[in-house]
């Protein structure tokens, strides 16, 4: 309601009545604005095509749950890369509207990861999200990632699955696991000089231009190929930042068992030698090599 108040007029000494809004009138009408400002926000924003991928196999039980969380209208497209499953994740995928790719055969995580960023490369995309469909990470944070990228903050984003060492142990973690992820996540920030809270999150996202100047198609089609995309993004100085995502562990979540889990820190430990190695030009490695380096010098020594 509006409230009549009384001011002194200077020039003719007389008092004049002026409406003065009533508070919770203002608040009513500044929350109708909300809408319209968060719009003006967005469309400040750095704009450009993004594109969520997901390297799937043997997701039919989890792809449905995955694409209901994921936020309305936040991506251009979805493309799910099916790594040769035995079960109908493509029908599956089809019939939400995705765009499917299918391996003949199971080419590997990183093979998988291949074929999902060359895909987006080549159809324009200047965000990619690498969401995986097996329901272990929380997509309803995809929007805030991409926004970090949109805003200039960080080229690469990852999700981090340990803020807490109890969030990550009740979320069904298991021991050796966590124990195993903070050895590897302390040593590589030692190594590679930087600060983040887990190296070895399935939950990531780029801007183009990482994509296209890291080598990634030398990389290994196993697990470790994570691990090789990091190192090759502090080589070429990109930004890598973290946010904190919830994450689930439950049978149908995909995860490797712990002979594998050996070979991948073993593999990302030899990584770790090869980025030294490559960085005092004991041996120059192939896959910290880009074709968009500027002086040839570097190239040819790289290659040698």
């Known amino acids: 309601m509006l409230k009549p108040v009384l001011l002194p007029d200077q020039k003719n000494k007389q008092a004049e009545a002026v409406i003065a809004p ?11 604005l909300e809408p319209l400002l968060e719009e003006i926000e967005r469309a400040s924003l750095p704009q450009g095509k993004t594109i969520v991928v997901m390297p799937a196999y043997n997701a039919v039980s989890t792809l449905n749950q995955t694409l209901k969380d994921l936020p309305t209208g936040i991506a251009d497209e979805i493309i799910l890369v099916d790594d040769g499953s035995t ?15 299918k391996h003949k055969e199971n080419r590997g995580y990183g093979g998988n990861q291949k074929t999902c960023y060359q895909y987006a490369l080549e159809h324009g995309a200047e965000y990619i999200v690498m969401l995986h469909p097996d329901y272990q990470y929380d ?20 999700g981090s699955r340990i803020r807490t060492r109890r969030e990550a142990l009740s979320g069904g973690m298991p021991a050796w696991k966590y124990l195993a992820n ?19 999150s399935g939950f990531r996202a780029y801007r183009r231009e990482v994509l296209e100047t ?70 120059p490695s192939k896959i910290f ?3 968009k380096v500027d002086s040839e010098a570097d190239n040819r020594i790289q290659l040698q």
């Not at 009533?22 to 109708?32: I, K, L, P, T, Y």
């Open 214 to 283: 890291i080598p990634y198609e030398h990389n290994s089609n196993d697990f470790v190929f994570d691990s090789q995309v990091l190192a090759q993004a502090v080589h070429f100085n990109f930004r890598i930042g973290d946010i904190p995502v919830p994450v689930r562990y439950f049978a149908e979540a995909s995860s490797i068992n712990f002979k594998r889990c050996v070979k991948y820190g073993l593999g990302t430990l030899a990584v770790l030698a090869r980025f030294w190695a490559q960085r005092l030009r004991i041996r």
């Open 22 to 32: 009533d508070c919770a009138e203002m608040m009513s009408q500044f929350r109708n």
């Open 289 to 291: 090599f880009s074709t």
């Open 182 to 200: 903070r050895f590897l996540t302390i040593t590589e920030n030692i190594a590679l000089g930087q600060n983040l809270g887990d190296f070895h």
């Open 139 to 158: 997509s309803r944070v995809v929007g805030m990632t991409i926004e970090l990228l949109k805003l200039g903050i960080c080229d690469v984003v990852l």
């Open 87 to 101: 079960d109908n994740t493509v029908e599956l995928a089809l019939s939400h509207g995705l765009t499917v790719i």
